[in-house]
Every structure is written in C-alpha cells, then in structure tokens.
C-alpha cells in the first residue's frame, strides 16, 4: 500500500505579512492513521523540499498526541524537509492521494496543473482522492472525465465559511472553500464548527477541520 500526501509550498499569509503553510496536525495525523496501517507513504509538494509548516498550528496550544509525536520522529521530519517535486510524479504505483490542508493551498496547491494532472488522474483510475479543511481548494479546477468539476454531483465538506470568520480571514483568503464548492456543483454539507465532519462519496473523501483529519485518512483506508 502506497500512499502519496501532497503538502503546500506556499508560506505568505496574502498581504498581512504572517506566515502561513501547512496545518501540522491534518498532516501528522492522517500520516500516522496511514503509517501505522503498513503503508508506505511518500510526500511531494509543488516546489519539493522544505514544506512550510504554518506557524500557529506548531503553537504550544495546537499541539495534539499526533504532533508531539511527529517531534520525536527524526525519519519523518527529515522526510518532510525533502519533499518530492509534484511534477516529477506520476498516480503509477500509488493506491491514493492526500491532502492535508491549512491556508497555504488557498494559494498554490488550488492553482497548479501537477496537482490537477494528479488528482484528475486517480480520480479516474477509481482511486482514492482525499483532502481536509482548507484542501478541499485543490478542486476548484479539477474536472471529471465528462468534462463537469470533479466535485459536481458529490457531497463535499471543507472548511466552512463561519470557521474562516471565527479566524478573521474571510478577507484575506483568495476564495472561500464552501463558496467554491457550492460553485463548483458540490453538495456542500457541515457539522459544527470545529467538531470532526468527514464525507466520502464514491473514492472521493473530505473532511471540514483539523479535528476531521484522522478520520479523513481512516476513510480512505476503508477504501483500499
């Protein structure tokens, strides 16, 4: 079993001056929910190298059993300081993608043709796509073999329009995940703010915040 997670490489909150990237915990998470599974997990991201971990989700506040674990694990750590190049990589050999969310796939991740050309492309093998809270972004281009956005038809999550308020970025954001979703035909569902929400239809897995992360991986897994 083999896994491929695709992280942001974009670090700059739009024009605050803040940094942004990763949420640590909706990458530590589902990698532990895969790894302890016996899945061989690789990470890319569209610049390769260093991931950019968002600074607030490291804070001592946002630290989970996942993270702190994460800390003591020299191999991944270093595994993450080296991620591969998105264009390098192709679906062959892989059982499913995953992406872990925060701020920065707002930015590049939603925009980048790699992404789309991978997504696209296990999405028409019948394999399984997944992303959490603010990931959900990377469908906002992605197309079904019919033409139609590959969130069309489907229930989705990500994250909700209140939770990007209740953080003060709804005019910072490039686009809203729920609004863009909605746009794109998704049928748009939530839990409260917060709490874990997870959805899966057919191969497609989404889940609404960090707390939905484990449980996001633990569908695609029940997939494979």
């Not at 083999?2 to 974009?10: A, G, P, R, W, Y």
């Not at 940094?19 to 991201?45: H, N």
């Not at 694990?73 to 050999?93: F, M, N, P, R």
């Not at 569902?189 to 959805?199: M, N, Q, R, T």
């Amino acid at each position: 079993m083999k896994i491929l997670m695709v992280l942001t490489s974009h670090d700059q909150l739009g024009n605050t001056g803040k940094k942004t990237g990763f949420w640590l915990e909706e990458f530590a998470a589902p990698y532990y929910v895969f790894k302890d599974a016996g899945a061989e997990v690789i990470i890319a991201s569209p610049k390769g190298g260093k991931a950019p971990i968002d600074p607030v989700s490291d804070a001592e506040d946002a630290q989970t059993k996942d993270t702190l674990r994460f800390k003591g694990d020299a191999d991944t750590q270093a595994q993450l300081a080296a991620t591969l190049k998105l264009s390098e990589i192709t679906e062959v050999g892989f059982d499913a993608i995953f992406y872990p969310g925060g701020h920065g796939p707002l930015w590049d991740l939603a925009e980048d043709a790699d992404s789309k050309r991978l997504i696209e492309a296990f999405a028409a093998a019948g394999l399984p796509v997944g992303a959490v809270c603010h990931a959900p972004a990377v469908f906002r281009h992605t197309q079904s073999t019919d033409g139609k956005p590959l969130v069309s038809g489907r229930r989705v999550t990500g994250f909700t329009n209140t939770e990007e308020e209740a953080v003060g970025l709804t005019n910072v954001v490039p686009f809203l995940v729920e609004d863009m979703l909605k746009a794109n035909g998704g049928l748009y569902e939530k839990g409260a703010d917060w709490a874990s929400f997870v959805l899966r239809d057919g191969n497609l897995v989404t889940g609404q915040n960090p707390a939905s992360s484990a449980v996001a991986a633990q569908e695609i897994l029940a997939l494979l």
